[in-house]
């Protein structure tokens, strides 16, 4: 049974960081893409960042880029997203998703487990 369960959410004040983790179980850490999605209130799903399998491809939001960084540790399982210069425009449930084998430019419809979400709220 896989498993993404994600931690590390919170609330922070603009300009702030968190860092969040996604820990996963049940599958092949190794040959799965992982990425970061967000969803707002009253919006879409939207993609953050993703890593693919082996490390070597990074791809992230341009809403993101500078400020957010992923990796991935593949002797814990984990993904991790660090949240710098946080905005309060980044505010929403943060989801962890794998994708086998998949690409880092994937879509979240290629994506084939999450997470249960944690939520980051950024104060002005």
């Known amino acids: 049974q896989v498993q993404l369960v994600e931690s590390g959410g919170g609330l922070v004040q603009a300009g702030g960081s968190l860092s969040l983790s996604c820990a996963a179980s049940?599958?092949?850490?190794?040959?799965?893409?992982m990425g970061w999605f967000r969803q707002a209130p009253g919006k879409e799903r939207e993609f953050v960042a993703a890593?693919?399998?082996?490390?070597?491809?990074?791809n992230s939001a341009d809403s993101v880029k500078g400020r957010f960084t992923i990796s991935r540790d593949s002797a814990k399982n984990t993904v991790y997203l660090q949240m710098n210069r946080l905005k309060p425009e980044d505010t929403a449930v943060y989801y962890c998703?794998?994708?086998?084998?998949?690409?880092?430019?994937?879509?979240?419809?290629?994506?084939?487990?999450w997470g249960q979400g944690t939520q980051v709220t950024v104060s002005s």
């Open positions: 890593i693919n399998w082996d490390g070597n491809r990074i």
């Open positions: 049940g599958l092949t850490f190794s040959t799965y893409t």
């Open positions: 998703a794998a994708d086998y084998w998949g690409s880092a430019y994937a879509g979240a419809g290629e994506y084939d487990y």
